[in-house]
Structure formats: C-alpha cells, structure tokens
C-alpha cells in the first residue's frame, strides 16, 4: 500500500495555471504507475493522465491534451500535473492514484485537492 497527498490546487483566474503534486509514502514508489483524475460536482470520477513507473510512459485524456503535461521524480517520491490554459470546465476535484505494476486497478488514493477556475 502507498499513501497519497495531493497539494497545489486553489483558485485561479481563465488562462492561467496550476502544478498540482502527488506526494507519495508507504511502499517503493518506482513500483506504481500514478494517474490523476478528476470529479466536478454532480459528476462522475474521470481519468486525466497517467505516468508509468519509470516516467517513459505518458498518457492523456482528449479534454487536457495539449493543456497538462505529467511528470514523476522518483527521487522524491512525487508526481507533478502542470496545468496549463485553465478553464472553467476544469474546476473539480483532482486526485491522484497509485496502480501497482502488473495488475490493472488503481488501489491506492489520495484525499484530493481543489481546483477552481473562474471566469
């Protein structure tokens, strides 16, 4: 098991930017592909972004690619989502999740972080 806490979520304004951190403890952290998801109110959980347990593996939603990037430092033990040209369909929830390599779900979660995008 790996425990997650995600950081760097806040207020900003159309257009601007955000680099959310998924800070992870517990269990060798280079063993865990990481995702991050998202859940606005009244919706359903959606997956934005996954990053391999090396990093040489990045993968992206249609709605954010182009706009977040991903990004691992196994030496610290985080994953990074930068995001860019925020919009106000991006305020939600954002969590990060750790998926043991070799089996298929994302086990592991963090509390999430919000993320609020005006207009």
């Known amino acids: 098991q790996v425990q997650l806490v995600e950081s760097g979520g806040g207020l900003v304004q159309a257009g601007g930017s955000l680099r959310l951190s998924c800070a992870a403890s517990?269990?060798?952290?280079?063993?865990?592909?990481i995702g991050w998801f998202r859940q606005a109110p009244g919706k359903g959980r959606n997956f934005l972004a996954a990053i391999s347990w090396s990093g040489g593996s990045t993968y992206y939603a249609d709605s954010v690619k182009g706009r977040f990037t991903i990004s691992r430092d196994n030496a610290k033990s985080t994953v990074y989502l930068q995001m860019n040209t925020l919009k106000p369909e991006d305020t939600a929830v954002y969590y990060c999740?750790?998926?043991?390599?070799?089996?298929?779900?994302?086990?592991?979660w963090g509390q999430g972080t919000q993320v609020t995008v005006s207009s």
């Open positions: 517990g269990r060798t952290f280079s063993s865990y592909d």
């Open positions: 999740a750790a998926r043991l390599v070799g089996t298929g779900t994302y086990s592991d």
